[in-house]
């Protein structure tokens, strides 16, 4: 038999046998879980962890710690559109003011808010309105509706698997007024995920992988914290031996330094928790795994730069930058910025504004500047590369956040000026 060019033979059998461990059963198998098709597990479970995953990101300091870093790691003060047309410059400029519906932000608060939704619960959802973008609860991109042929979980595609149209519900779930879901064209609707699998539909919380540890790490601490609390708190009891007993007695809580009489006959008895000798690395421990869950460096949920140094803290960033730039250019660029560009140069188009072809014309993005652990080491860095021809200034300066047209401007600006005061002088 032939398949894809190649001869098979089924009596053929293997001089060897092969298998991996991970297939294997067992012993140390038992209890392992195993994973379905990607949209219905996520189908049944992400409304639960996205759940759970707010209540963490509002509750737990290092979980929310995490999330806002990574929102200023993708977003930062907005990532920015780059091209040599100045009149679309000027004219997305002038848009972004007024992106927001509700008018309590601009376009780049609209990033942040949707980054945040897809970080914490698994995709950020808009819709354009006549006057601009308006920001949706996930939820109410409704999950039940599913014909198990074009529609799944409330997206209905093509057969390439495209999106075509969102059935949106017009009140988030647990409204007290229910109206069916309306079916909005795809081209009206942002809908930002990360894609983890082929043909995954619809997007899971990033901190499904640390949401059960991150509770156990917060109980212990919690624990912790009181025992230390009681352990220090230092109280007096004062008993006479020939009063009689009260049997209606009761100890009411205690406070430090107080003083409480017994009625006689009564026996206090009290406990001295002892703090966990390990306490501290179990807690460093714990910290490392929501980091690594999260894909942050640990002092980005920890806080804590004990021992950190140059070396180490550029070590930790540089991975933490590449993925950084993956999520940016492959889920934020093609899902949101380039179809908030098409959108807004099409509109500046159909009114005369500037030609058709402009909302067609590729463009750069100008990415928030990244962290630098020590400026002056990465500017000589740069310089050394653009005097070897390994990259350009217009790229250097793109990399950095910035627009190198405008700091050209700015740059011929201060040296005119400059100059003038001198001939003043």
Same mark, same amino acid.
């Given at each position: 038999m032939k398949l894809f060019g190649l001869t098979i033979t089924r009596d053929q059998k293997p001089s060897q046998r092969r298998s991996f461990d991970g297939a294997t %059963? +067992? *012993?140390? $198998?038992?209890? #392992? %879980? *195993? #994973? +379905?098709? $990607? /949209?219905?597990? &996520? =189908? $049944? =479970? =992400?409304q639960t962890v996205g759940a759970r995953a707010a209540y963490l990101a509002a509750n737990n300091p290092w979980v929310s710690q995490g999330v806002a870093n990574w929102v200023g790691a993708l977003i930062g003060p907005g990532i920015m559109p780059y091209s040599q047309d100045a009149e679309a410059l000027e004219i997305w400029d002038r848009w972004i003011p007024d992106a927001d519906t509700t008018g309590r932000s601009d376009f780049a608060g609209i990033q942040a808010s949707l980054a945040r939704s897809m970080i914490v619960a698994g995709e950020g959802l808009a819709i354009w309105t006549e006057s601009g973008l308006r920001m949706l609860d996930p939820e109410q991109l409704d999950r039940s509706k599913t014909d198990g042929q074009t529609i799944f979980q409330g997206v209905e595609v093509d057969d390439n698997g495209k999106p075509t149209a969102y059935w949106i519900l017009p009140e988030r779930p647990g409204s007290s007024i229910y109206e069916p879901p309306i079916r909005i064209d795809a081209s009206d609707v942002i809908h930002l995920f990360r894609r983890d699998h082929p043909d995954q539909i619809r997007g899971m919380s990033w901190l499904a992988p640390i949401i059960l540890s991150a509770s156990e790490l917060d109980a212990y601490a919690d624990a912790l914290q009181m025992s230390a609390k009681v352990a220090a708190l230092m109280a007096v009891f004062v008993s006479d031996p020939a009063a009689q007993g009260d049997p209606d007695f009761e100890l009411s809580p205690l406070e430090p330094g107080a003083v409480v009489k017994v009625p006689g006959g009564s026996q206090i008895t009290t406990n001295s928790p002892a703090q966990l000798q390990q306490a501290d690395s179990f807690l460093k421990f714990g910290l490392r795994q929501i980091a690594a869950g999260l894909g942050l460096p640990d002092y980005l949920v920890s806080g804590d730069l004990t021992g950190a140094n140059y070396s180490s803290l550029r070590a930790g960033l540089l991975p933490f930058r590449q993925r950084v730039e993956q999520i940016q250019y492959s889920t934020v660029v093609p899902q949101l910025m380039q179809p908030a560009w098409r959108r807004v140069m099409t509109a500046a188009a159909l009114d005369g504004e500037i030609e058709p072809q402009t909302a067609k014309q590729p463009i750069d993005w100008i990415m928030p500047r990244p962290i630098q652990v020590d400026p002056a080491k990465d500017v000589e860095a740069t310089v050394a590369e &653009?005097? $070897?021809g390994l990259t350009s200034r217009r790229q250097a300066v793109l990399e950095r956040g910035w627009n190198p047209d405008r700091l050209a401007q700015e740059i011929a600006l201060? @040296? /005119? @000026?400059t100059e003038s005061n001198d001939e003043q002088k």
């Open positions: %059963g +067992g *012993r140390r $198998a038992s209890g #392992m %879980g *195993r #994973m +379905g098709r $990607a /949209n219905p597990e &996520i =189908a $049944a =479970a =992400a &653009i005097e $070897a201060e @040296k /005119n @000026k």
